[in-house]
């Protein structure tokens, strides 16, 4: 999957994107998440849980809980964004 990162996540994580083999356990964007927390030091520093920020599945707003299902691509940015 690739995971697409907007305004201020995107300076901070120093990053557009990353490409990520995800494991068959993570289901959700939630799941997502957790994942890249567990793996990414940087990423759990930028986005800790508490954070508020928005979620799309190949263009599409989604909520946390949203399966994954054939998604090719995950975008996360802050709750608003300007262009």
């Known amino acids: 999957m690739i995971i697409r990162y907007f305004a201020w996540i995107r300076e901070r994580l120093n990053r557009d994107e990353q490409q990520l083999e995800l494991p068959d356990s993570v289901k959700t964007v939630q799941d ?14 930028v986005l ?25 691509e995950l975008s996360i940015f802050p709750p608003m964004t300007g262009g």
């Open 32 to 45: 997502v998440l957790h994942h890249l927390r567990t793996i990414d030091e940087d990423f759990a520093f």
């Open 48 to 72: 800790p849980p508490e954070t508020v920020f928005r979620a799309a599945l190949d263009d599409e707003l989604v909520e946390l809980d949203t399966p994954l299902g054939s998604a090719k």
